[in-house]
């Protein structure tokens, strides 16, 4: 018995011709959304770093922080800057303070060696002793303004009040009345004694020397920023 044969696998078979090829299917033209159809805006691609209009930057990486103080911390506010009239009052006044306090050890040595001279020679001259006592008391009292000077110029420059002001005023006011003295005393005491004439004016010129940065720190002290300063705030 034979089998039926399969026209599909039988090549003898006549086979129909088919409808020819017209190429793929045809799809509709009808645009992308989004990308130029009719009515609808392209919005385009929007990369991260890159403002767009209406869109602000977000920038890169972790969010800076402002600049200023660390963690955000409020910035303190600065006070009021300390007048340049009064910081230079003030260094005057430390600065006469350390060549009156070497004149002072200067004078308290002559008025030492003037006494030990007086007491080898067996004889008392009631002037060269009076003239020795005057030395000694006259160096503790330099001694005691320059405590003066030191005290009030460091008050000055971490003090703002009224009495700061009077006290640094007192401390040079006070090297100006030593300095009168000192010019008094060697015109009273040198024209008695025989010697040169030079030596007078020579240390009548040492003295007012001596004057010219306290009157120089007065002068500052009473111009109006300084007045300014010290007469208003507290400490």
Known sequence: MTAPRDPWSDPETPTEEGVPYSGPPAYGTAPYPGYGAPGYAQPGYVQPGYAQPGHPQPGYGWPQPAYGAPGGWPVPLRGPRRPGQVVTAAVLALVQAALVAFTSAYLLLFASVLGIDIDTDGVIDPRAAAISDEAQVLAWVQFASVVALLAAGVLALNRRDRGTGLAL???????????????????????????????????????????????????????????????????
């Open 169 to 235: 005023m007192a401390a040079l006011g006070l090297q100006l009345l030593l300095a009168l003295y000192w010019v008094v005393r060697i015109v009273g005491v040198l024209e008695d004694i025989p010697g040169p004439d030079d030596a007078v004016p020579v240390l009548v010129f040492g003295a007012l020397v001596f004057a010219a940065g306290p009157a120089v720190g007065m002068g500052l002290l009473v111009a109006r920023s300084s007045r300014e300063w010290f007469g208003t705030g507290s400490g």
